[in-house]
């Protein structure tokens, strides 16, 4: 199965900052990966797919990057709301597996 | 909209079994393969498979071989997560998505609300 590294684990920040998030993948998948946002109690949210579409309604300060192994989650100008956890997630062959997570919480 | 409804949380004996349900509407119910994810608690989310609302054609995770079935029902348009001789760390909640563009391999645009299945003697 394709393993996906998400770093950091954890990532303290403040409104108004640019934070970034990487997942790396043990094999290649092109561009089948997609990001997420979780919050306590709530089902995940997609944000990002083909590892750079925004998907509707997600506002244009989340922003996706990369191919083949190495992928780029950037939220600039942090709000309030973004305080989340992130995972990536490839959908290029099964088993369709996520990242461990990154908890983003106020500094 | 686009909804997914899944039913209530339940509380079985490790060696029992579990069904979950998962009702879609406000989209052609054959267009999109259904996903199903779970999630222990605090832990990170695990994919477990997916069906072919038309065909009833499934996939699965290997660590599920043997335990897990999918099914659906297209009257009710409703689909079905069974997973058999349930263990502790079989704990966890469990979601049902919708593949994006109808898909086996598709990011998951809809997500059910979720369905706590906790397994304990």
């Known amino acids: 199965a394709i393993q996906l590294t998400q770093s950091p684990s954890s990532l303290s920040a403040s409104v108004g900052d640019r934070v970034t998030i990487t997942c790396r993948s043990s094999?290649?998948?092109?561009?089948?990966l997609a990001w997420y946002q979780q919050k306590p109690g709530k089902a995940p949210n997609l944000l990002i797919y083909?590892?750079?579409v925004l998907q509707s309604d997600v506002p244009s300060r989340f922003s996706g990057s990369g191919s083949g192994t190495y992928f780029t989650l950037t939220i600039s100008g942090l709000q309030p709301e973004d305080f989340a956890t992130y995972c990536c997630?490839?959908?290029?062959?099964?088993?369709?597996?996520f990242g461990q997570g990154t908890t983003l919480e106020i500094k | 909209q686009v909804q997914l409804v899944q039913s209530g949380a339940e509380v079985k004996k490790p060696g029992a079994s579990v069904r979950v349900s998962c009702k879609a509407s406000?989209?052609?119910?054959?267009?999109?393969?259904i996903h199903w994810v779970r999630q222990a608690p605090g832990q990170g989310l695990e994919w477990i498979g997916w069906?072919?609302?038309?065909?009833?054609?499934?996939d699965f995770a290997q660590k599920f071989q043997g335990r897990v079935t999918m099914t659906r029902d297209t009257s009710i348009t409703t689909f079905y997560l069974d997973l058999s001789r349930l263990k502790h760390d079989d704990t966890a909640v469990y979601f049902c998505?919708?593949?994006?563009?109808?898909?086996?391999?598709?990011?998951?645009?809809?997500w059910g609300q979720g369905t706590m299945v906790t397994v304990s003697s």
């Open positions: 998505a919708r593949g994006i563009w109808g898909g086996a391999y598709d990011a998951y645009d809809a």
């Open positions: 406000g989209y052609t119910f054959t267009g999109y393969c």
């Open positions: 069906i072919s609302p038309d065909s009833g054609g499934i």
């Open positions: 094999q290649g998948i092109s561009n089948t």
């Open positions: 083909s590892a750079s």
């Open positions: 997630q490839q959908y290029n062959s099964s088993p369709h597996t």
